[in-house]
């Protein structure tokens, strides 16, 4: 089997505009864990106040299968291991593994770390042995490995050979600035797993920076590499980190290495979309595997093909990563999925009714909508064909009003006017925003008669911006999570207009706390 | 040397979102003949009137090195070659160079089109000769060629050996379906190379189905294939083609096959924004080679060992393709980092002021600004620093309002009130969303003093919420990407009114693209 090391949370945040709390990466963490991942390199526990509180929720957190590593340095070149403040940070903590990097090449240790190459070794030894000593199974990536092979070869090996005698489970070859091509990634690997004793792990650290991560793994993994590191959806600086995405099935449906069963294999797709939302990244349609395109078929021939055999036209069968071939736009388009999200709100959708909701997903997500993140905008859409909907209201209008002012101060008003039951209600309130206005003068009428919407609160709010380059001519999504304390929620609205688009989801995040079914079942606290 | 054979205007064009007039590929077929691209694969001359108009304005052109190549299918079953169409037309084209697509794979001649395994060879040969008995110079694509090699290899060489002893120049080995990796392409193309006779050129086409289009394509070159197919960053259909802007510096600077001379591949990140910015698309920062981030150095000692040695942290100059260094502003940088993004920015900034920036960026960060992506803002802090700013106007208010009115209808306006010169400007705008509307009423007012502002374009926008959690109430920032077609840059709003925010950003980036160094030394079209 192939062990699997995840650096998603902490390669992987290296990357452009990768932002997570704490929460989140727990979150993610466990989304991991369902994909089947070995470890999970979380990070180094004490580089600021934000590590150090997600290593405490972590600590706290039961994992199925993964294990959690924390990541730190060799000790420094004046201190013994002992008095290093980072590895007794590491020593300390509560996870099994603990990964440590340190030097290869030559060429940063004349340059870079000034640091004399038979010193860097005993770092390398003493480092190791130190944690292994207090019991943890150390990872040692050796940072540039193949330019320092390159460079000088023996070197090279000699950092990996003092890491494996000092007691690292494992060492791992990481190309670290990422131009490395498969053939020298070969030739290497091959030369290290003769080099080092036989029971310690070869593992295989790659970047995309030759276009050439995913092949790089697997040319080392044919070399006898069994531990490959990388991120989900190749996230990590500069051009990325080996795609784990990618790797996974290339690894397990064509050359034959176990890496997931097959039910967590099949999980590959939704995980790694679900990572895309957490950090707000359009997913890649075109990505290997998982994209919206990569089974996507255009003109009639392939059709044809792929109904007679989808082996003329598909290199693997989309289902065994949790993909679907492009026909069937979304989860949520088949008749059937359809009647069990129906049945699961609690509500009764007969054949015709399915297709009527799947004819409506269909021209809705064509219109940019995406139910996957929205549940409770999906029940809504349901509720509507079962004629199980009740509005909250009947709008008349509203309007917002945002205003710069010329003492420098922003005032932000918003107006509603709306009727309940024959009555008109007509609300002013400001806000920090205008979504925030809006939500307050809504609520600020319809709390009158449903005292309880006063405890709905609005826990989570993303835009996303399809065609983006469009400019500020695009069209606008939003997400709008929404709880009651017990439970959560999503809805969705799009529009050219923020406003509108926000608007939207506010009323159907609000609507769907209020339906029947629910209030008759689910008393409001 | 390699022959460098693009099929941007054909394979990529199956791409989703793909589309160019015949005017702009005529454009682009220059773009590719400056870079060096040998062949340029146009299309199929009579597949609708714009490929025939397409093919009318390619025959007026002169290219400096490229050959244009029209694209079509072997013989249909039951025509001589003579009779039929579509090679007819191919002909009597004016292109020097043919491409034929024909079956490789029994699996297809089963399925898919059953055709007589040996009717298909008599097919090959009779399109090939007929085509080559006409003067043209053929290349013969084997579609499906690796699929078809590992369900019966004899064959699928039979079928290469066909178009070669008919006359082909060059017999290419298509991985249609994208799905083969690196060790199989390697073996294969080393029994092609083996199986064809002396002078037939021998070439590759790989799609990036197992994310391995790249590796299989130099993996190919390295068994001797000196025919490589791709197109411009990847672009194709499901998870795209072979990126030539990857595989050129790669078979170059990496593996030493000849592709371009150093003045020609110094123009390569050029070239490939260009495509994207004809398309419409935003360049992928994550490019490998060509991308903003392929060279981004973040962090003290990144930066210190590659004013050391660039080797210590960039597997190739930056140079050598036309892209460059990038500093990234984080909240790690220090006074160094500072200085040489003003330097490069064209800005002279002492010690102290270095310090200030360094503090203000702290502080800024803190409050949810991310200078990463906002070289622009950026620059307009640097400026603001060293006295080199002049503001475009000063602002006295402004006003967005949103309303929904009673029939249905969303209303967007704004008003800006401006001063510039002493002049007072008041100007009110629609727009479908209000920070669209804030654009146009800003530029109505500011494009009668400073007409080049017309032409910036807003080609980017990006809404992230922070601290999602706090629901409608949280801090919103706003990323915007403006160009003026030659260069892009980006800045950043933020604020916890999404109007605010967008306002921020849209006026630096209208600054920032007046500031007097630019406008001295670049001046706008």
Redesign the interface.
């Known amino acids: 089997m192939i062990q699997l090391y995840d650096t998603t949370l902490r390669d992987g945040m290296?990357?452009?505009?990768m932002?997570l709390?704490a929460?989140e990466k727990v979150r993610l963490a466990h989304k991991l864990d369902q994909l089947g991942i070995d470890m999970i390199e979380a990070g180094f526990p004490a580089s600021n106040p934000k590590e150090l509180e997600l290593f405490e929720r972590l600590a706290a957190e039961t994992f199925e299968h993964a294990e959690v590593a924390a990541f730190g340095m060799t000790r420094r070149r004046d201190v013994s291991a002992g008095a290093d403040p980072g590895l007794r940070i590491l020593a300390d903590g509560f996870t099994p593994v603990c990964t440590l990097v340190g030097k290869t090449w030559r060429?940063?240790l004349d340059?870079?770390v000034r640091v004399d190459p038979e010193e860097n070794l005993a770092m390398i030894a003493d480092s190791v042995a130190f944690l292994a000593a207090t019991g943890k199974r150390v990872v040692y990536d050796a940072e540039h490995f193949f330019d320092g092979y390159a460079d000088d070869s023996e070197y090279a090996l000699r950092c990996l050979r003092a890491a494996a005698e000092a007691g690292a489970e494992t060492v791992v070859c990481c190309d670290t600035?990422?131009?490395?091509?498969?053939?020298r990634v070969a030739a290497a690997m091959a030369d290290v797993v003769a080099a080092v004793a036989d029971g310690v792990r070869v593992g295989i650290h790659c970047h995309?920076?030759?276009?050439?991560a995913?092949?790089?793994t697997?040319?080392a993994v044919?070399a006898g590499a069994t531990h490959v590191q990388g991120t989900l959806n190749g996230y990590g600086?500069?051009?990325?980190n080996a795609?784990l995405v990618?790797?996974i099935p290339?690894l397990q449906l064509?050359?034959g290495y176990g890496c997931l069963d097959d039910e967590r294999l099949s999980r590959l797709t939704e995980v790694a979309h679900f990572a895309d939302e957490l950090l707000?990244f359009p997913p890649d349609?075109?990505?290997?595997?998982v994209?919206r395109?990569?089974?996507?078929h255009?003109g009639g021939?392939h059709v044809?093909?792929v109904n007679?055999?989808p082996?003329?036209?598909?290199?693997?069968e989309p289902e065994r990563v949790g993909n679907s071939r492009q026909v069937l736009v979304s989860e949520l388009s088949g008749k059937g999925t359809v009647r069990s999200a129906a049945a699961a709100a609690g509500l009764d959708l007969d054949e015709a009714a399915a297709q009527r909701v799947v004819d409506r997903v269909k021209d809705l997500e064509h219109r940019g909508y995406h139910y996957e993140a929205a549940d409770g905008s999906f029940e809504l859409l349901l509720r509507k064909e079962t004629g199980e909907y009740e509005p909250l209201f009947r709008?008349?209008?509203?309007?917002?009003?945002?205003?710069?002012?010329?003492d420098g101060k922003?005032e932000?008003e918003a107006t509603v006017?709306i009727w309940v039951d024959g009555e008109r209600y007509v609300r002013t309130a400001e806000?920090?925003?205008?979504?925030?206005a809006l939500?307050r003068a809504l609520r600020s009428a319809i709390t009158e008669i449903y005292p309880q919407l006063e405890d709905i609160?609005?826990?989570?709010?993303?835009?996303?911006?399809l065609d983006?380059?469009?400019?500020?001519?695009?069209v606008?999504r939003v997400l709008?999570d929404a709880s009651d304390g017990q439970e959560v929620w999503g809805s969705i609205g799009v529009?050219?207009?923020?406003?509108?688009a926000?608007?939207e989801a506010?009323v159907d995040s609000l609507e769907r706390s209020m339906q029947p079914a629910r209030v008759r079942t689910q008393p409001l606290k």
């Open positions: 290296q990357g452009e505009g932002s709390s929460e060429l940063h340059k870079v600035n990422g131009g490395t091509l498969p053939g995309d920076d030759a276009g050439c995913v092949a790089n697997l040319a044919e600086e500069r051009c990325g795609n990618t790797v290339n064509k050359l707000n349609p075109d990505q290997p595997y994209g395109n990569a089974f996507a255009k021939m044809a093909g007679v055999d082996a003329t036209f598909e290199h693997v709008l008349e209008s509203w309007r917002a009003i945002v205003e710069k002012r010329a922003v932000t006017k806000g920090n925003g205008p979504v925030n939500d609160e609005l826990v989570n709010f993303k835009v996303r911006i983006e380059d469009k400019g500020t001519g695009a606008t709008l529009s050219e207009n923020v406003i509108e926000s608007w506010l």
